[in-house]
């Protein structure tokens, strides 16, 4: 008797399967290779002067040397830390505000157009002020992170509740379910996909946020590192720094979509119960 | 089983996050155990300051007489202003223009100290292509420049010189950082900066200087300005003079040295770090009447140009350590 695993056919369909599966894991990574590569190749053929671009090896050469003597490390520490704190105090703020708007009518009224006007203040405008308020020290450039956040998780949220369905809420005041129970069981669940959206944006204004904040009166961090560089013209550090926010803004994004996974668990067995 | 695997891996990479921001928490904070009381000081990278704090004397000394100084280093001179205005520093060093135009729009601010004059290191370079030999063939060049900053005044006094208005020419305010890449790839004609921009945009992209601070009469010098603080605390000003200009006679004195520290620090050749030092002298004392009237001289023709509003006294802004 032939077991499964000795049919030609099915090894080739094996086959094919890993065949796919290692191009769902190449692919994304195709275009920057492909351009580091090229980079480097130009970089060689001095197609691209040092002086204005420096080759990848040099980048990963000064990576390498800031590695060792710490520098680094610790900049990239002080950020996570500035980064973190700011997220957690504007999180909660935006979050708790918008619970305030979305399932209060008059604090709706009373709150949500402030809150709307003060969004679309560009976060450089606000520097001079931050200085005059929190100073020079870690709270200004925690304060900016905060503003920064705030709104994204403030938006997503209010959005969230407000479009929860109201088939499910009547659903839960025929089932008398309490106002906590209507909120803990109906109303976040239902809202929780919207405001995941708004911690994913979040992290990514997190990072920018930060920058911006770093370049004002620091003297660490990695802001502080690149307009330290900046205004040397030392290119194979702001490249580095570069690179350093492109890893850091995949690196939240896959927190954010692991916290989704996590979270959103109810979809997929409910989805499952279902089918 | 994966995913338990997953979520023990999700569970370190988390820990591994929080424990380094706490880590970076520890990192920035400062030792407030002793008693001295803080000085803060503003500073940019390269300048006297940066210098002070490398060489490591200062502190020391300072540490002796009473003062636990802080160092902040800022991008500009007009955040370093802002910075003086709110209180958030006590001193802060930087070139000649920002305190002016920091006057005229109604901050109240003390000259404490001045530098000698770095006129050789500043003035405008062109590009090799540009074709621009002297200062009347700027006529028609796009020239770069930073507002608010000794390059404002620099311009303006250039092409007063050689008999130009800014209609004749095509004028750019731009970042250090911008018109440096704008240079290097000769999108522009001319850049009007100092040192080290000026001896970098010599050296390493091959530009000249056609012409410096000591035609035109533009010094540049550095300044010690502080708020408030400098006049009532009388004793803390004339110790951090005496200090600094310590550092800058060992500055004077011990250049292969200072060049050394330099370029590690600034990460800049060091032929270029090489270039700024040995065409400047060290120097941080009292203001005097010379470069009092230095800074009437751009008030003045900040205040005719239209780029200031008010006209300011200078004299009655200079400390006087009695």
Known sequence: MQTLEENPHNIKINLAKILTNLLHYLLPWTIPTLIIISWQLASINGLI??????????????????????????????????????????GSIGFLLALCTSLSQTLNLLLDSSVQMLRNIPHLALIPLVILWFGVGESSKISLVTIGVLFPIYINTYHGIRSVDSNLIEMGHSYQLNSWQLFWHIIIPGALPTIL???????????????????????????????????????????????????LGKLSDLMAKSLETSLLNWQIKGGMING | MHKLVKRLFSTIFLVFIIASAVWGYTLTREDSSSSLETITIGYQAGDPIDIAKTRGQFIKKMKKAGYKVVFKQFQNGSAEMEALASGNIDYARTGDTPPVTALASGSSITFVAAGSSKAKGSGIVATKSSGIKSISD??????????????????????????????????????????????????????????????????????????????????????????????????????????????????????????????????????????MVNRRSYSLKAVSTKATSEEQAISDSFYTDGITKKKVKISKYVLNLK
């Not at chain 1, 490390?73 to 105090?89: C, D, T």
């Not at chain 1, 990695?222 to 720094?241: E, K, V």
């Not at chain 2, 420049?145 to 800014?166: C, D, E, F, P, R």
């Not at chain 2, 040192?195 to 035109?216: F, H, K, N, Q, W």
């Open chain 2, 138 to 275: 700027l006529k028609g060049k796009k020239i770069a420049y930073t507002s608010n900053t000794s390059s404002q005044y620099m311009i303006m006094q250039v092409l007063k010189k050689a008999g130009l208005s800014t209609s004749d020419v095509t004028l750019v305010d731009m970042s250090q950082s911008d018109a440096s890449v704008a240079f290097a790839k000769g999108k522009i004609d001319a850049w009007t900066n100092w040192d080290p921009y000026t001896s970098s945009a010599e050296l390493t992209y091959s530009g000249a200087m056609i012409v410096t601070g000591t035609t035109v009469g533009a010094s540049n010098r550095d300044y010690i300005i502080s708020g408030s603080y400098a006049k009532n605390h009388p004793a803390a000003s004339k110790a951090l003079i005496k200090y600094l200009g310590q550092d800058m006679t060992w500055a004077n004195t011990h250049k292969t040295k200072l060049v050394k520290m330099m370029t590690k620090s600034l990460k800049l050749p060091k032929k270029v770090v090489e270039r």
């Open chain 1, 49 to 90: 002067e040092s002086t204005i671009l420096p080759s990848p090896w040099q980048v990963v050469q000064t990576t390498i040397t800031s590695l060792q003597s710490g520098v680094l490390e610790q900049n990239m520490a002080i950020s996570l830390y500035r980064a973190l704190s700011g997220f957690v105090i504007g």
């Open chain 1, 197 to 247: 959206m708004g911690v994913r944006y979040a992290l990514g204004v997190m990072w920018t946020t930060l920058i911006v904040s770093e370049t004002l009166a620091s003297s660490a961090g990695i802001g502080y590192m690149s307009t330290n560089a900046q205004s040397f013209m030392d290119m194979s550090t702001i490249l580095m720094c570069i690179m350093i926010y492109a890893l």
